[in-house]
């Protein structure tokens, strides 16, 4: 046989009731107060954090400021000659059926 159905109003109200017991223990206050303390203080680091990005933050440790030094030092600032090679001919090739048939070549001779 089912449970009759409750008031609502009685369900709210007891729900009210245990959340007050709860909440009038010390020891939960404390730790609710400890806590809502750290959510602001988090909330506040972060709202500063976005409204003041600075983009050399990164570089405010000294390590990470060797370390961009070092990498820096070690990169070659003075392009490497590019060896020269023979110039390819460009000439132009007619195939039919994979034979060639015509090897127009040269510098752009026709």
Excluded: C, F
């Excluded at 009759?4 to 020891?27: C, F, G, H, T």
């Excluded at 959510?39 to 680091?45: L, N, T, V």
């Excluded at 390590?63 to 392009?79: C, F, H, I, K, N």
Aim: without cysteine.
């Amino acid at each position: 046989m089912p449970r009759p159905k409750a008031d609502p109003m009685q369900v709210k109200l007891k729900r009210q009731q245990r959340v007050e017991r709860y909440r009038a223990n010390p020891a939960v206050k404390e730790r609710i107060k400890i806590q809502r303390k750290s959510y602001r203080q988090k909330k506040r680091e972060l709202i500063r954090l976005q409204l003041h990005q600075d983009p050399l933050a990164q570089l405010s440790d000294v390590d990470t400021q060797q370390r961009y030094l070092e990498d820096m030092a070690e990169v070659s600032v003075v392009p490497e000659p590019i060896e020269e090679r023979e110039p390819i001919d460009v000439g132009i090739i007619l195939e039919e059926d994979g034979e060639i048939l015509q090897n127009q070549g040269g510098q752009g001779q026709w």
